[in-house]
C-alpha cells in the first residue's frame, strides 16, 4: 500500500465557456486510496472540472496528470466517470446497458453488475425509457460501480434519491472501495456524505476554496464538514424535495 | 445513525461498539465484522472503520490476530473496567450539567432520591 501517492494532480486548471470562467486556475491533488466529496452548489465548476478529469472536455489552460502523465487514452482506461444527464439510449433494457458497458471498457464485469443489479432490485428486461428517476441513478451506478476501475467520479450519485435508496447507493459505492482505488463523489447534499468521505473539496464560483481531511476537521477545528459549508456558503446545502 | 458533528466519527463508532461490548451484546473473545462489513453496515468510509479498530487495540477493546480478523478482548477485568469508566464519564458529565444549572451535590441526591421513590 502506497498511500502517500497521489492519482491526480491538477494544475492551473481553467476552462472559460462563453467568456466566463466555469472552472477557474484549480490546483489541487487527490491521494490515492481516499474517497473525497467535492461540494458546492450548483454552477460552482464540479461537473465541468469532473469531467475535464474523465477527459470529455479539454482544459483551456492548466493541466490534469493521472499517475503523472496527461489526461488520455489510457487514463480513460482506469476512470470511470458517472454524470448527472442521462446517457443510454430510449431503446436499451437494462441487460442491454450492461453489454454496452461490456463493449466499451476493458475493466467492466458482468458479474459485478448483475449483483448490482440484485442488490438495487432492477431487472434486466426493464426499459430504460420507463425507469423512473430513482431507478436510472441506482441503473447509473450499478454500471458505473460494475466498472473495476481505478479512480471513480461520480456526479451528483444521490440526486432525486429518495432517503431509502440513498443508503443502498453509498453503500454499493462504498463496497468498492480500496487501498489503490479513489473516489470523487460531488454532491450538494452535504450531510450525506460527511460519513463517508475521508477528504473534502469546496468549490465556489469555478475555484477550489478549500480542500481538508474530514477527522482532522472535526479534532482541530471541531467542525463537521456541514459547518463549514455554511460557513463558506452561507446556508447549509440544498434540501431535496 | 446521527453523528454528533464534532467528535471525529471513528471516536463515535468505537464508543458504539464499546458499549455493545460492556452490554453483552458482543461477547468476549468474539471476532468483529471486517473493516468492509462494517463499513458498509455504518455507511462510513472503510478508512475510518480502520481507525476504530485501531483505536479499540490502542485501548486493550481488541485485539488482531493475523490473518484472521479483529477480535473482542479476551479479559472480563478489562471490561469491567471499561464499564466503570464508561459510567464514570456519564456521571460526570450529568453532575457538571447540573452543576452548572446550579444544583449542588446534595440536592442532585435529593432528586434522585425522589425520582428512584415515584419508581422511574
Redesign the interface.
Known amino acids: 500500500m502506497n498511500d502517500m501517492e497521489n492519482v491526480l494532480e491538477s494544475i492551473g486548471v481553467t476552462k472559460n465557456y462563453a467568456g466566463k470562467a466555469a472552472v477557474d486556475n484549480v490546483s489541487l491533488k487527490l491521494e490515492t486510496g481516499l474517497v473525497y466529496a467535492m461540494l458546492g452548489p450548483n454552477g460552482s465548476g464540479k461537473t465541468t472540472w469532473m469531467k475535464m478529469v474523465a477527459g470529455l472536455v479539454k482544459p483551456g489552460k492548466g493541466e490534469i496528470l493521472y499517475k503523472g502523465k496527461a489526461i488520455g487514452k489510457e487514463s480513460k482506461k482506469e476512470i470511470a466517470y458517472m454524470s448527472t444527464e442521462p446517457y443510454f439510449y430510449s431503446w436499451m433494457t437494462v441487460a442491454d446497458v450492461g453489454r454496452y458497458y461490456q463493449d466499451f471498457f476493458e475493466d467492466f464485469s458482468m458479474e459485478k453488475y448483475h449483483q448490482m443489479l440484485k442488490r438495487m432490485e432492477l431487472t434486466e428486461e426493464l426499459k430504460t425509457k420507463k425507469l423512473s428517476t430513482g431507478m436510472m441513478a441506482k441503473l447509473k451506478i450499478a454500471v458505473t460501480m460494475a466498472r473495476n476501475a481505478k479512480l471513480y467520479l461520480l456526479d451528483e450519485p444521490l440526486n432525486g434519491i429518495d432517503l431509502l435508496a440513498r443508503d443502498e447507493i453509498m453503500k454499493s459505492i462504498l463496497e468498492v472501495i480500496d487501498p489503490d482505488v479513489t473516489l470523487v463523489i460531488s454532491s450538494h447534499l452535504v450531510d450525506e456524505l460527511e460519513r463517508v468521505a475521508d477528504a473534502a473539496i469546496f468549490m465556489k464560483e469555478g475555484k477550489m476554496v478549500r480542500q481538508c481531511m474530514v477527522e482532522e476537521l472535526r479534532s482541530s477545528e471541531k467542525k463537521s464538514v456541514v459547518d463549514l459549508y455554511r460557513e463558506i456558503y452561507g446556508h447549509g446545502g440544498e434540501e431535496l424535495c | 445513525m446521527e453523528?454528533n458533528?464534532?467528535?471525529?466519527?471513528?471516536l463515535q463508532v468505537a464508543n458504539l461498539i464499546k458499549r455493545d461490548i460492556v452490554t453483552g451484546k458482543r461477547e468476549l473473545g468474539e471476532k468483529l465484522p471486517s473493516v468492509?462489513e462494517l463499513?458498509?453496515s455504518?455507511?462510513?468510509?472503510?478508512?475510518?472503520v480502520s481507525?476504530v479498530y485501531k483505536e479499540l487495540e490502542t485501548e486493550g477493546v481488541c485485539f488482531t490476530r493475523r490473518g484472521m480478523g479483529t477480535f473482542v478482548t479476551e479479559d472480563s477485568e478489562k471490561v469491567k473496567n471499561m464499564k466503570e469508566e464508561m459510567a464514570g464519564t456519564l456521571i460526570h458529565e450529568f453532575l457538571e450539567g447540573m452543576q452548572q444549572l446550579g444544583f449542588t451535590k446534595t440536592d442532585v441526591i435529593r432528586i434522585l432520591k425522589k425520582k428512584e421513590e415515584s419508581g422511574e
Open positions: 453523528y458533528s464534532s467528535l471525529p466519527i471513528y468492509r463499513a458498509v455504518y455507511t462510513i468510509n472503510p478508512n475510518t481507525r
